[in-house]
């Protein structure tokens, strides 16, 4: 099945994640087949990073695993959505997700409300 | 703001798309500059084509709009999330979600265990 998604030139698929019992969008990143396959063997999310060029096992060095519970593919076939149990928090910068600069519709910023689940500093300092 | 945003090489950004209130992820599809600006501009979410090459007000056809309740960027700068609004079905195919097929962690499709909130021949008829 994974061979008939729709990857782009690069053989890159998006792909979001959320948080399966809060519904909270966490990040968006991108993989491609063999990083699926990972993924779907492991159950754990395994990405392709284009900035490394190298594939990405999330939580590999952070511990900020994200185990797979249910995921989909939408109508084209060319964005994936995986549903995930979140280990500690998504976001490099220590948040829970990486989407916590909000906008009002209008585009003005709303203030943070939510403080880091972790320190950033502590937890890559390794 | 707006042109802050990291673009992709044509002009591009993906812009996840959540309904507000049950937290669902709806779709996924590509804005640029301008179609940010539009959707900021009149409340409703427009974005840019890929296939067809053009602007395009969803539910512009269909009547199925998405009005913006709030929306964020992700801490690349270069993912946006919009919660929104739903009216009738995200999905071309008649689904609520574009997210219809799911499957298990390890591959196996799950059925669909919805019913269409749409029928797509009689909405795109006109």
């Not at 159950?43 to 590999?60: F, I, N, T, V």
């Not at 109508?75 to 149990?85: G, W």
């Not at 600069?101 to 950033?120: C, N, Y």
Request: hydrophobic share 35%; proline share 4%; charged share 20%.
């Amino acid at each position: 099945m994974i061979q008939k998604l729709k990857y782009n030139a690069d053989g890159l698929i998006p792909a979001i994640v959320q948080d399966a019992s809060t519904r909270r969008v966490l990040m968006m990143a991108w993989m491609n087949e063999s990083s699926i396959a990972s993924t779907l063997k492991s159950g754990l999310m395994h990405y392709w990073s284009r900035s490394r060029q190298k594939y990405w096992l999330k939580g590999e060095t952070s511990g900020h695993t994200q185990r797979v519970l249910r995921w989909s593919i939408d109508c084209d076939a060319d964005t994936l959505l995986f549903e995930v149990e979140q280990v500690g928090g998504a976001c490099h910068t220590g948040y829970q997700s990486c989407f916590f600069q909000a906008f009002s519709p209008d585009g003005t910023p709303l203030p943070i409300d939510e403080q880091k689940v972790f320190d950033p500093k502590e937890t890559y300092s390794a």
